[in-house]
């Protein structure tokens, strides 16, 4: 039906950048909000950004001014370009996007995951 795939993980050092991306597959009709969120070892899921269909986007205060997330609606991709990863940073880090889709015999709606990519930053 409907995938998420992310890519642009990896290992960085501290200081450095990380382009994230995350492609949207399937029996689409429409995608509306698109966002990145992550999760620390031992820590709670957090809101990282999100961004609309009409391209108004809002982040967590911990990334504001070093992560800019942004969206190509033809190619059905989220993108999050971080900038001065920070250790704290370290996470691994989920696109999810509310999808209308053709299910069957008729279209639904609701929340797709990706599978997560891993962000290391070393000090």
């Known amino acids: 039906q409907v995938q998420l795939v992310e890519s642009g993980g990896g290992l960085v050092q501290a200081g450095g950048s990380l382009r994230l991306s995350c492609a949207a597959s399937g029996r689409i009709l429409s995608i509306y909000t698109m966002g990145w969120y992550r999760q620390a070892p031992g820590k709670q899921r957090e809101l990282v950004a999100t961004?609309?269909?009409?391209?108004?986007?809002n982040y967590a205060d911990s990334v504001k001014g070093r992560f800019t997330i942004s969206r190509d609606n033809a190619k059905k991709t989220v993108y999050l370009q971080m900038n001065t990863l920070r250790p704290e940073d370290t996470a691994v880090y989920s696109c999810?996007?509310?999808?209308?889709?053709?299910?069957?015999?008729?279209?639904?709606?609701?929340?797709?995951w990706g599978q997560g990519t891993q962000v290391t930053v070393s000090s």
């Open positions: 961004i609309t269909d009409g391209g108004s986007t």
């Open positions: 999810n996007a509310d999808i209308t889709f053709w299910d069957s015999d008729r279209y639904r709606s609701r929340t797709h």
